[in-house]
């Protein structure tokens, strides 16, 4: 998929990114689950842990961004462009 970093230190922030880039690549829908399941888990980790080192507001929104494609991801499963089935 074109636009994402494909190197863990080109990441701004690779706590959850790489997780979150994991479920965005996968192109296996077997797989898919178990990948946006950890990249939920990740995320919310993050949000959790932010008493000791909480997040800037552009991680607050890239972080929210993320949950929000996830929900997408699974509620409506892999484009059909993903999959090399273009129209």
Do not use: Y
């Not at 994402?4 to 296996?28: I, K």
């Not at 898919?32 to 993050?46: C, D, N, T, V």
């Not at 959790?48 to 929000?68: C, F």
Request: aromatic fraction near 6%; glycine fraction near 4%.
């Amino acid at each position: 998929m074109q636009g994402l970093p494909s190197e863990p230190q080109t990441l701004q922030f690779p706590e959850w990114q790489c997780a979150f880039e994991d479920a965005m690549r996968e192109s296996d829908s077997t797989n898919l689950p178990a990948r946006i399941q950890a990249a939920k888990e990740a995320i919310f980790s993050r949000l959790r842990a932010k008493s000791e080192r909480p997040p800037g507001s552009l991680e607050r929104i890239a972080l929210h961004d993320a949950i929000r494609l996830l929900r997408v991801l699974r509620s409506e499963g892999l484009p059909q462009c993903w999959l090399g089935q273009e129209n």
